[in-house]
């Protein structure tokens, strides 16, 4: 059965301290490996897409990765407004969404 | 960038009423749209797969008579909650990607309360 795995589930960081969020994913025939950032009461904003393994993709502090069985996304020095849920969606058959880490940056 | 507009963005309605939904792709034409649930601190919960010109694909254990979808145009989709209950309360996106290959891309919500 495909599945989608984010973890931690939870994550607190200091302004400043980078770290990088897992994705695992157990897709057969994966067409795609989608990222995005969910804010409180708003729906989730797309950062990233990833097609092949080794692919890398950079916007401003956040660069998502790509391997065969995960996908990472790595914050470099984090600010406060970088605060959100992260979800990682991997496109199969059909799209199927990880439960997302929350992530929170201390000032 | 696509963008996906949902109206409304909060809606408070008495049990026993119906509430429409409404989601448009605004620069781009969605041969289908999808229509998601999220509790708090939650993951998505995909409720049904919409079709333009057809009928409504919905996941197991959504019930379609309750949660009416609607996609008329390759720009407009709608989801109906009919006689809601306070159970039925949650937040509901829609999103819509432009081909098979591409994201996904999301509403900004509606939360719904029904009292």
């Known amino acids: 059965e495909d599945q989608v795995t984010q973890s931690p589930e939870a994550l607190r960081l200091q302004e400043g301290e980078s770290s990088s969020l897992n994705c695992s994913y157990t897709v057969s025939g994966l067409r795609g490996l989608f990222w995005y950032r969910q804010d409180p009461g708003k729906g989730p904003e797309f950062l990233f897409t990833?097609?092949?393994a080794g692919e890398e993709k950079e916007k401003e502090r956040l660069k998502a990765t790509l391997t065969k069985k995960e996908s990472f996304l790595h914050i470099t020095a984090p600010k406060p407004e970088d605060s959100a849920t992260y979800l990682c969606a991997a496109l199969g058959d059909k799209i199927i969404f990880g439960k997302g880490t929350r992530l929170h940056i201390l000032p | 960038g696509a963008v996906v507009s949902q109206h409304p963005s909060r809606v408070i309605c008495k049990s026993g009423t119906s509430v429409k939904i409404e989601c448009r792709s605004l620069d781009f034409q969605a041969t289908t749209m999808f229509w998601y649930r999220q509790f708090p601190k939650q993951s998505l919960m995909l409720m049904a797969t919409?079709?333009?010109?057809?009928?409504?694909?919905?996941e197991q254990g959504v019930e379609k008579d309750k949660f009416l979808i609607n996609h008329a145009s390759l720009t407009l989709s709608t989801l109906t909650v009919t006689s809601a209950h306070p159970e039925d309360s949650s937040f509901y996106i829609c999103?819509?990607?432009?081909?098979?290959?591409?994201?996904?891309?999301f509403g900004n919500g509606t939360r719904l309360t029904v009292t």
């Open positions: 999103s819509a990607s432009d081909s098979h290959n591409s994201p996904l891309h």
């Open positions: 990833l097609y092949s």
């Open positions: 919409s079709n333009e010109g057809s009928k409504a694909t919905y």
